[in-house]
């Protein structure tokens, strides 16, 4: 094999100042053009079709066929992913139902308002109650019995100063001890001091289970809920409700944070009768923004605790408080509790504003993030005979006082169990990746990894300098060269 010298290869030999010699090569072969390379690239790049599209050995009607092809699957494929884009940014909600099973269930506060708000006996007692009756129970017989007579409605021949109207609402209201007869909680009997004295929307109410922590119940089934036998004590009855014309009780079961809206949400159990209420339990979570409404940190400015019905009566409360400068005996405030002439002038006009101009849609009240709600199953039938013949011997009533006044009640479970309902984000960012990597695999036969290959192969292009002509090596030999 013949040897070759160093000038046979390399430009004539200049020597550096650190004395050694600086060989220059340049390269007698003309670089590949950037289409020969582009060429090349989409030959072996993973997508199906284009690789014939850039095969310059095939005839040119084949050629124009498969980049028709191919322009058609990248005109699909783009479309399909800007509708899982669309999709995505939609950011829709799947929701999950189940059926969970527990040993144990907290059981409801139980909230108990009498249909009749003032007292008769008490009424008599109290100056300017005739007032403070007529506007409960428009229109009003006379409150003292008499029906010649009706109570004037002027406040303002009233002195209203400096009334307790709080101690006032107490002290008309019934009695605990006369509202409940019997208790029987679990088969252990409990009294009227288990009742806790509430403010709600029909005045002063009385609620079971009230103080945290929540009684549990272990068992399902009648005999181990919550047994009242009550007295609605109608010849108390001043006149006719604002809402309704029954005699009886008005219940409700919640949450013990929640606001109870004894009007709206309650039911009602008649003298006479026994009442059996089935309970169920549910709980639904609700997910945040931006998938869902509710919102974790939201606080009202006259409730600890938050609640929709907390909400509602916080937003219809500020209302009257800035028409009317007072505020309801059952809202918390600083504002002075409003009387009888601010409650006839005022607050029933605001009220009756508030409803007609469905102000209450301005209210930012969104769903609580976790709410338990109880549903009730109810069923009844009036006294046996032979059962007002015991109550009648163990009460001291008459038979016609029982069926007038006496109610008895059993909350209970019917099965330790609780229907969840759980909202979850439907579209995750892993659904939707896989989504746009199902479209590059099904119509161009690629992945997105191809995507990154096509960038790869722009940046090399355009910034190493492989898009100029020829390229010069320079040598650096820091010894001696022989011939």
């Not at 289409?35 to 090349?40: H, P, S």
């Not at 107490?170 to 009997?189: F, V």
């Not at 997910?287 to 400015?301: D, M, R």
């Not at 995750?428 to 192969?457: H, P």
Request: glycine content about 6%.
């Amino acid at each position: 094999m013949r040897d070759h010298k160093v000038s046979d290869i390399f430009d004539t030999p200049v020597k550096n100042q650190n004395g050694g010699v600086q060989l220059t090569e340049t390269s007698t072969e003309p670089h590949a053009t950037f289409g020969a390379r582009a060429a090349t690239f989409f030959r072996e790049i993973n997508i199906s079709g284009i690789k014939h599209a850039a095969n310059s050995g095939s005839s040119i009607p084949r050629r124009v066929v498969w980049m028709l092809l191919v322009l058609f699957a990248i005109g699909f494929m783009s479309y399909q992913i800007s509708e899982r884009i669309r999709h995505f940014i939609s950011r829709p909600v799947s929701v999950k139902v189940s059926l969970e099973h527990e040993k144990s269930l907290k059981f409801p506060a139980v909230t108990i308002c009498n249909e009749n708000l003032i007292r008769k006996s008490e009424a008599r007692k109290i100056p300017g109650a005739e007032f403070l009756a007529a506007y409960l129970y428009p229109p009003l017989a006379a409150f003292t019995g008499d029906n010649d007579s009706s109570p004037p409605l002027d406040p303002s021949i009233y002195n209203f100063t400096g009334v307790d109207w709080k101690g006032t609402y107490i002290a008309l209201s019934q009695r605990p001890e006369n509202m409940i007869r019997k208790c029987i909680w679990s088969g252990e009997e409990c009294t009227s001091r288990n009742f806790t004295r509430t403010w709600t929307d029909m005045g002063v109410c009385y609620t079971f289970n009230l103080d945290l922590p929540q009684l549990n119940q272990t068992r399902a089934g009648a005999s181990y809920g919550l047994q009242l036998l009550m007295d609605v004590e109608q010849f108390e009855y001043l006149a006719l409700s604002p809402t309704s014309a029954a005699a009886g009780f008005v219940v409700l079961l919640h949450e013990p944070e929640d606001v109870p809206l004894m009007q709206d949400l309650a039911f009602k159990v008649s003298p006479g009768f026994h009442t059996v209420a089935g309970v169920t339990v549910q709980r639904r979570i609700s997910l945040q923004a931006p998938f869902g409404v509710c919102e974790p940190s939201k606080t009202l400015s006259r409730y600890s605790q938050y609640s929709l019905s907390a909400c509602k009566k916080n937003c219809q409360a500020d209302y009257i408080s800035d028409t009317c400068d007072c505020r309801h005996t059952a809202v918390p405030g600083n504002e002075s509790i409003c009387d009888p002439n601010k409650l006839l002038t005022c607050v029933f006009k605001a009220e009756d504003n508030y409803i007609k101009n469905n102000l209450a849609a301005k209210c930012s009240c969104p769903l609580p993030c976790d709410e338990v709600s109880y549903q009730t199953s109810l069923s009844s039938s009036c006294f046996a005979d032979y059962a007002m013949d015991v109550f009648s011997d163990r009460m001291g009533f008459t038979r016609d006082y029982l069926k007038g006044n006496i109610v008895k009640l059993d909350i209970y479970f019917k099965t330790l169990s609780f229907l969840k309902i759980e909202e979850k984000e439907a579209y995750t960012w892993l659904a939707f990746w896989c989504d746009v990597g199902g479209a590059f695999g099904l119509l161009l036969g690629s992945t997105i990894l191809t995507i990154v290959e096509i960038f790869d192969f722009i940046a090399r292009n355009a910034f190493s300098g492989q898009l100029k002509g020829g390229q010069t090596k320079v040598i650096v030999f820091t010894g001696n060269l022989k011939s």
